[in-house]
């Protein structure tokens, strides 16, 4: 797994923590519609980020742990569930995703915004999967990027529509090998008043999904489909023409 320096745990806080506001809702609502998600209120949130995910269910009513690697990324998460983690509800814990141990047990375990495709390869998921299963109740609900989706990559963005930073992506992708290369750099703002410059260079692993799904069933799972998360119960007939799926395990 890969973590982040201080300067692009702000910017991720303040750009790209939307997607998990956007797709939280829709877990909830899926998982609590379950005989599970009816009776169980904990929570896992594997590779947490900046907390919004994490957050959400805890204004639910939610017991949650949050485990990510990036101790930047957990500052974020800490300082937006003080509150909780004070009262007991939430703990954010530092570690990778392919290789953890924790002594409680969740009825939902989720990985949100293409986070599993940040391990190295299909042992390193494998090894993520496994870890799941010794921790779950009940449902294991994560996202990935596709072939088709990773070639969105392939371009050069650049973003200053917001006084607070300047970010250039850089990102390659040629459709076929199994990774996917981008170079995210730029300045923000810091408290100070100064602006700090800012580099990373990260990459997504393409996972064909029926291998995914036959690791799962492998390690245990009873019930493994791919889904849009705007239906999380109607599985895809041809996940791999999506550009990201969500795929819903189960005991």
């Keep these: 797994m890969q973590a982040y320096s201080k300067g692009f745990a702000k910017v991720y806080d303040i750009r790209w923590s939307g997607f998990a506001r956007q797709v939280a809702p829709f877990i909830l609502d899926f998982y609590e519609a379950t005989p599970m998600g009816r009776e169980n209120k904990t929570l896992l949130d594997l590779c947490c980020g900046t907390g919004h995910l994490a957050v959400y269910f805890l204004e639910k009513g939610y017991r949650v742990i949050g485990l990510d690697l990036s101790d930047q990324m957990l500052y974020y998460a800490r300082e937006r569930a003080r509150p909780y983690i004070e009262s007991g509800k939430a703990v954010f814990i530092q570690g990778d995703a392919g290789n953890f141990a924790i002594d409680e047990r969740f009825g939902l375990v989720v990985s949100t915004y293409d986070s599993l495709n940040h391990l190295e390869n299909e042992l390193a998921l494998r090894k993520c999967f496994q870890?799941?299963?010794?921790?779950?109740?009940?449902y294991f609900i994560f996202d990935l990027n596709t072939r088709r989706g990773l070639r969105r990559w392939n371009s050069v963005q650049v973003d200053d529509s917001d006084d607070e930073m300047l970010i250039i992506s850089r990102g390659i992708y040629d459709g076929q090998s199994d990774r996917a290369w981008m170079r995210i750099s730029g300045f923000v703002r810091m408290p100070n008043g100064l602006y700090e410059r800012f580099e990373e260079t990260v990459f997504n692993t393409v996972f064909e999904l029926e291998k995914v799904r036959e690791a799962l069933l492998d390690i245990g799972w009873?019930?493994?489909?791919?889904?849009?998360?705007?239906?999380?119960k109607a599985p895809l007939d041809e996940p791999e023409q999506e550009g990201r799926v969500f795929?819903?395990?189960?005991?």
């Design 222 to 232: 009873k019930n493994v489909y791919f889904a849009r998360i705007q239906d999380l």
């Design 131 to 138: 870890c799941v299963y010794a921790v779950s109740d009940g």
């Design 247 to 251: 795929i819903v395990a189960s005991k």
